[in-house]
């Protein structure tokens, strides 16, 4: 038996002849005041852990669905929180006029998106960026905003 599968073994037998869960010690190590300086060693040796955990054959498809799972939750609780009016703007096109088209900004809308969902406009961001010819359409969409924007404040001074 290699040398580090014995404490294992001794580890995981003591730990079901007193009936606790692999995850105490787990999370008690990584978050002991007295082994770690700051925050920063708890989240990096979390980091360790999962990234160990999902390079290993036995658990990457339960640490995959854990991961899926977990950001649906996220995403589906920062929607929620963008979808109060609280929030700020919305835009109803239903009840759309002439006034309120010319005074929406989307760009305000994506600054707002950006700040509040921060872990959702990350996944877009990440989905989007894909594909390579949405990427290129996107960048010319943005430099045509910006030259608009330009235009704009060049006209209005």
Wanted: glycine residues 4%.
């Amino acid at each position: 038996m290699p040398l580090i599968l014995l404490p294992v073994a001794q580890l995981h037998s003591l730990l079901q002849d007193h009936d606790i869960p692999i995850t105490d010690p787990t999370v008690a190590f990584a978050t002991s005041e007295s082994s770690y300086a700051n925050a920063t060693d708890v989240g990096n040796t979390a980091t360790s852990i999962m990234d160990g955990l999902l390079s290993h054959p036995a658990s990457v498809a339960d640490i995959q669905q854990w991961a899926c799972r977990t950001a649906s939750q996220v995403y589906a609780g920062q929607i929620v929180d963008l979808s109060r009016k609280a929030a700020g703007p919305h835009f109803g096109a239903s009840k759309a006029t002439a006034l309120s088209l010319q005074e929406f900004n989307l760009d305000d809308l994506t600054n707002l998106f950006q700040s509040d969902t921060p872990d959702l406009w990350r996944c877009y961001d990440q989905l989007l960026s894909a594909d390579p010819s949405i990427n290129r359409q996107r960048e010319r969409r943005q430099q045509q905003r910006y030259e608009t924007r330009l235009a704009v404040q060049v006209e209005s001074n």
